[in-house]
T-cell receptor, first 114, second 116 residues
């Protein structure tokens, strides 16, 4: 069965510190993987996506993610967190079919300490 | 270019009432989706549409209905509201991209629904 797991419900980091948010997926074929960010009271905004090719993907706002097939992971990273990064982050899995349906993880809430 | 718009932003319903959540996109996207978001549960797909006149069930369709008479609009109907439908509802759209290039879903700002 297809699934996405984000093991960390809440993460707190200090401003300026590095960040890594974990995402593990279960899928029998080549996955399409996405990271979305949701600020309080807002919709979801795409940070980055992986379809194929280079396993290190660059996104907006200084985020990057690395696809590791052997570990079924797609972890999101940022070298230096800003207070404005406080939000909820969702990892999502899409299949190769044309319907574009996404399966979302439970989300990780990021708190940034000054 | 407004993207994906949803109305209303907030709504309180009594048990058994009905309502329609509106979703409109102005990007000429073929695909549209309705999700619900519950705390700690991520987003779950309710219904989706691959084009005007074509809809299909997602993961959690019970208690909802949809229609897609135009490319732009994809309303979600709750016929007999129940407390279990208290949630935040997001509409999204996606264009049909050739060659597997981009597959991004664009989300609206959401509708927060409370059923009492």
């Amino acid at each position: 069965a297809q699934s996405v797991t984000q093991p960390d419900i809440h993460i707190t980091v200090s401003e300026g510190a590095s960040l890594e948010l974990r995402c593990n997926y279960s899928y029998g074929a080549t996955p399409y993987l996405f990271w979305y960010v949701q600020s309080p009271g807002q919709g979801l905004q795409l940070l980055l996506k992986y379809f194929s090719g280079d396993t290190l993907v660059q996104g907006i706002k200084g985020f990057e993610a690395e696809f590791k097939r052997s570990q079924s992971s797609f972890n999101l990273r940022k070298p230096s967190v800003h207070w404005s990064d406080a939000a909820e982050y969702f990892c999502a899995l899409g299949g190769s079919g044309n319907t574009g349906k996404l399966i979302f993880g439970q989300g990780t809430t990021l708190q940034v300490k000054p | 270019n407004a993207g994906v718009t949803q109305t209303p932003k907030f709504r309180i319903l009594k048990i058994g009432q009905s309502m329609t959540l509106q979703c409109t996109q102005d990007m000429n996207h073929n695909y549209m989706y309705w999700y619900r978001q519950d705390p700690g549960m991520g987003l779950k797909l309710i219904y989706y549409s691959v084009g005007a006149g074509i809809t299909d069930k997602g993961e959690v369709p019970n208690g909802y209905n949809v229609s897609r008479s135009t490319t732009e609009d994809f309303p979600l109907r709750l016929e007999l509201a129940a407390p279990s439908q208290t949630s935040v509802y997001f509409c999204a759209s996606r264009r049909l991209a050739g060659g597997g290039s981009t597959d991004t879903q664009y989300f609206g700002p959401g509708t927060r629904l409370t059923v009492l």
